[in-house]
């Protein structure tokens, strides 16, 4: 029997206020902060950060890719490292379009820059929760992680192969994917989690060494 799609529309949302100062470098005490506190309390009343995701037996695996539900994500990367997984879980995480709303409306430098920043915030949030509910429920071992378009390994066309196996339960948690495979709202994460031989995420084969997500140590090396 062919699972539904889980959808997790009652994600709490506190923004860590001691994260954020790390980010901009100000404190409470500091002449700014006053206007930041004032923008925490705004995006709480507003936000509402949601997931969903789909646990999906591989039904095919090579060295190329995996199938899922007749559907073929052309990835060596992730069929190597998912390959004691016989279920895997595409997953949408988003900050929601309540809070994208919100973060528009400020047009001042400072604040939309302080808007941008709890709306990642509130993304990462959405993140963290449907990883624990897959891990815990599912009790995945050395839960692990790849995003379509994070490596050239896999392309970020093939966002639409998980959207459509969201089969449009996407737009219950208020995401729409546009022709240029962009995700709305833009504080928005796309998927699949697993358990896997040792635990791996993109930034493990990422070049890329100034990022705010950066997991990874050191970038590891691995045969293409």
């Avoid at 529309?9 to 004032?38: A, M």
């Avoid at 923008?39 to 509402?48: F, G, S």
């Avoid at 959207?163 to 996407?170: A, H, S, T, V």
Wanted: charged share 20%; glycine share 4%; net charge negative.
């Amino acid at each position: 029997m062919k699972a539904s799609v889980q959808i997790m529309d009652t994600i709490s949302f506190k923004p860590d206020r001691n994260q954020l100062g790390e980010c901009l470098k100000l404190y409470p005490g500091h002449r700014s902060w006053e206007r930041v506190e004032k923008l925490l309390l705004e995006a709480e009343a507003v936000a509402r950060p949601k997931a969903l995701y789909l646990p999906t037996l591989v039904e095919t695996r090579c060295s190329e890719g995996i199938r899922l539900q007749g559907l073929w994500l052309s990835s060596k990367i992730l069929s190597a490292q998912s390959q004691g997984a016989d279920t895997i879980f595409p997953f949408l995480a988003t900050a929601g379009l309540e809070l994208e709303k919100w973060a528009q409306q400020h047009t001042a430098l400072f604040d939309r820059y302080i808007a941008e920043l709890i709306s990642e915030m509130a993304c990462q949030c959405a993140v963290e929760a449907v990883f624990h509910k897959i891990d815990s429920l599912y009790e995945l071992t050395n839960p692990s992680c790849m995003n379509p378009g994070s490596l050239r390994d896999w392309s970020i066309e093939e966002q639409v192969l998980l959207f459509n196996l969201m089969n449009g339960q996407e737009r219950v948690i208020g995401v729409v994917l546009t022709d240029e495979y962009m995700m709305i709202p833009m504080k928005t994460m796309s998927g699949i989690r697993f358990s896997a031989e040792t635990q791996f995420v993109n930034c493990d084969l990422c070049q890329r060494q100034i990022c705010n997500y950066r997991r990874a140590v050191d970038i590891q090396n691995y045969s293409r």
